[in-house]
T-cell receptor, first 111, second 114 residues
Framework: QQPVQSPQAVILREGEDAVINCSSS?????VHWYRQKHGEAPVFLMI?????EQKGHEKISASFNEKKQQSSLYLTASQLSYSGTYFCGTLGSYNTDKLIFGTGTRLQVFP | GAGVSQSPRYKVAKRGQDVALRCDPISGHVSLFWYQQALGQGPEFLTY????????KSGLPSDRFFAERPEGSVSTLKIQRTQQEDSAVYLC????????????FGPGTRLTVL
């Protein structure tokens, strides 16, 4: 079942912060975050693994609550370039690469 | 180029036609994925390969969809007897190795079925 993201949309001014949440009804092994600009390919932001390992860009932070089957992406001091649609992707176990993407959160940053 | 490439970028087909979409992954990447993305939605998993082996095809919507990666590099997604509901962007992604690495996405092929 598709992970649910909240909020569906966010509007920010440059420099403001935002939190995007991803919630799954199934047990999770890892959560992946991507950003997609209109008409472009999704771009990798971060991977969070069960057990606390993380891999991603230095300026992006995220959390993964395994018990609650939730992940949150923290965007601080937003820039115009942060605009786009954010998707979480979830893996249910270590022995599959089948990513199930969430419902998406559209972020718009204005000057 | 260093990234994932897909061709054609745009394809218009008449209902009932067969189409073939090509994906060139990043050189040396073991895993290759196909996704379907409808307008305003997230990518939906179709199938994936590890080298030439198709490990999961559970997302293919019907038996009209077929994917192959015969030499473990380039992959082709074929759609037979296209229907209007097949209209979408088809994204290909590749991944290095089998541990937790990110997927690199191609620009996609926008398929429009008239």
């Amino acid at each position: 079942q598709q992970p649910v993201q909240s909020p569906q949309a966010v509007i920010l001014r440059e420099g403001e912060d935002a939190v995007i949440n991803c919630s799954s009804s199934k047990a999770l092994y890892s959560v992946h975050w991507y950003r997609q600009k209109h008409g472009e390919a999704p771009v990798f932001l971060m991977i969070l693994l069960k057990g606390g390992e993380q891999k991603g860009h230095e300026k992006i932070s995220a959390s993964f609550n395994e018990k609650k089957q939730q992940s949150s992406l923290y965007l601080t001091a937003s820039q115009l370039s942060y605009s786009g649609t954010y998707f979480c992707g979830t893996l249910g176990s270590y022995n599959t690469d089948k990513l199930i993407f969430g419902t998406g959160t559209r972020l718009q940053v204005f000057p | 180029g260093a990234g994932v490439s897909q061709s054609p970028r745009y394809k218009v087909a008449k209902r009932g036609q067969d189409v073939a979409l090509r994906c060139d992954p990043i050189s040396g990447h073991v895993s290759l994925f196909w996704y379907q993305q409808a307008l305003g939605q997230g990518p939906e998993f179709l199938t994936y390969f590890q080298n030439e082996a198709q490990l999961d095809k559970s997302g293919l919507p019907s038996d009209r969809f077929f994917a192959e990666r015969p030499e473990g590099s380039v992959s082709t997604l074929k759609i037979q007897r296209t229907q209007q509901e097949d209209s979408a962007v088809y994204l290909c992604a590749s991944k290095a190795g089998t541990d937790y690495n990110e997927q690199f996405f191609g620009p996609g092929t926008r398929l429009t079925v008239l």
